[in-house]
């Protein structure tokens, strides 16, 4: 997928489900369940076992339904592997600038964490696609805003503390779009193997975008 393609589709959506999976077994119901609610940003952390090659049997699978990226990366190894496993984007919870310039010249989406003004412009100056402002709960809706103020020009994805309930506050806060973790893919969804509570609330999720960005 260019790109390009995969950028805009995610920004469309402006959701990205972080699955931090019990087992790679459950991702593709997982996935599916996401994808059938409406997020087809689907992020598979690498805290999930067999990260890796789950990202490859998830791009086989549903690689042309969805948005497939590879979190919690920390290293330029790691960062590698995944894109070529089948990862189009790359999360990271912390600002490496050699992870960002790896990702760009495999030509995928860059999203790397950072949270002070001086970390986020930085990160975008080195060439994210995205910037993650990690962690969101610390910073909350007007945290964006009050950055947009002066640098209009950043894009950026909060993530942690994100729920169905304030996603609308940050897309009105100006997000081009959010991470969603436990709140979208809760434990006990997970632990029951219960698909249609995850599609349910991937449907909420979604619908609040939209309504957030229709007004």
Known sequence: MKKEVAFQKLADCGVVAVIRAQSDTQLLDIA???IAGGVIGVE????TPKAISGIQKLADAVG???VLGVGTVLDVGTCASAIHAGAEFVVAPILDLATIETTRRL???SIPGAFS???IFTAWNAGADVVK???????GPG???DLLSPMPFLRMMPSGGVDVKNIGAWIKAGAVMVGAGASLVTKDAMSKGDWGAITAMAKQFVDNVKAARAT
Not at 44 to 47: E, G, I
Not at 133 to 139: C, F, I, M, Q
Request: with cysteine; glycine share 8%.
């Open 32 to 34: 599916q369940a996401l």
């Open 44 to 47: 598979v952390t690498m805290s």
């Open 64 to 66: 042309d339904k969805c």
């Open 107 to 109: 030509g995928k989406i």
């Open 117 to 119: 003004p001086t970390e």
């Open 133 to 139: 402002v990690y962690p969101g709960s610390l910073a």
């Open 143 to 145: 945290y964006i805003k």
